[in-house]
C-alpha cells in the first residue's frame, strides 16, 4: 500500500467499524513503516507500507501483549486486523504530544524529575523481562549500526569541517569500548520524544508507543535516544534507573554510543534530500555537544 489518500483508508476502517461514519478521519504523522490515520482523536488506525512493515506490525502487537501487563507506562494495545488483502492494526490513542528539546527546555524542575524517575523505572521494569519469553513473542537482535569504516567513509565528510574532528575522536572511542559489562537485555531501543504521549498541561508523561524497534540490544544503548530531547533528561533516567535497577551506567559509554548513533543514521541517509538535512542537524548539535565537553577518544 502507498497511496496516502485518506479515503482508500476511511474506506477499509468503516468496512470493520461503520459505526465510525460520522467520525473526523485524519493522516498522523507520517511514519518509517506505517500510515497511521489518527479517527476522532481516539483511535489510532496503522497501515504497513509494505509486507517487511506488516511483520513488523504483527511482531509488535505480539510483544506488546507480553509487556503491557508487566510495566508501570502506558502502553499500546495493539489489536491486528484483516481486510481482504489489507492487514493493519487498531489501538485506543495515547493522549499527549511529542516531547521536543524546546518543550523540555521549558519544563519547571519538578516536571522533569518526575519524567526521569518515570522513564528510569519503564527501562527498568524493561530489562527484568525473560528473555526466553521475549524471544517466543518475536523479539530478536536490534539492528546493527554503519561500520566505523562506512562513518569515516560516509558520514564524516558530510559534517561541517571545524566537527570533523570530534567525529573522529567518538569513532575511535567506539572501536576501544569493550564489550557492554552488562550485556543484552530486551529493551525499546527508540525512547527519542517522537514516541512520547506527553501531557503538557500536566506536565506527565501519558504513554509510550511504537515498539517495532523494540528487541535485544546493550543495556547502555538503551539511554542514548532521549539525547534527542536532553542530555538533561538522559542524566535523570540513567540516575533514576541506577537507584531502581542497582546496575551503574557509564556516562561516556553512553556518549560515546550517541555519537556512533547520530552518524550511522547519517551514513544511511547520505543522498536521501527528506531527511539527511534532519539526520545533519541532530549529528552537529550531538558533535557540538561533544565538542563542549573537551571530549577526546583517549
Known sequence: MTTEKIDQFRDIILSEYPDLAASTFELAPVGWDSIAVDVDDRLIFKFPRNEVAQK???REAALLAVVRPRVSMAVPELRILQRGRHLFSLHEKLKGEHLLAAEY??????VRRRLGDALGQFYTELHRLDKEQMADAGAATIGAWQSPSALRGKAVPALPVELRGVAEDIIAGFEQLPPDPHGQTYGFFDGHGWNMAFDRVRGRLNGIYDFADSGFGPVH???IYSNFISPDL????????EKASGRTLDRRRIAILTGIHRLSELAELPDDFRHTPAMTRHTVIWLETMSGRGFAAS
Request: aromatic letters at 10%.
Open 105 to 110: 527546555d521549558r519544563l519547571p524542575e519538578h
Open 234 to 241: 538522559t542524566e535523570r533516567i540513567a540516575a533514576a534507573y
Open 221 to 223: 544503548q538503551e539511554f
Open 56 to 58: 513488523a506490525l504483527v
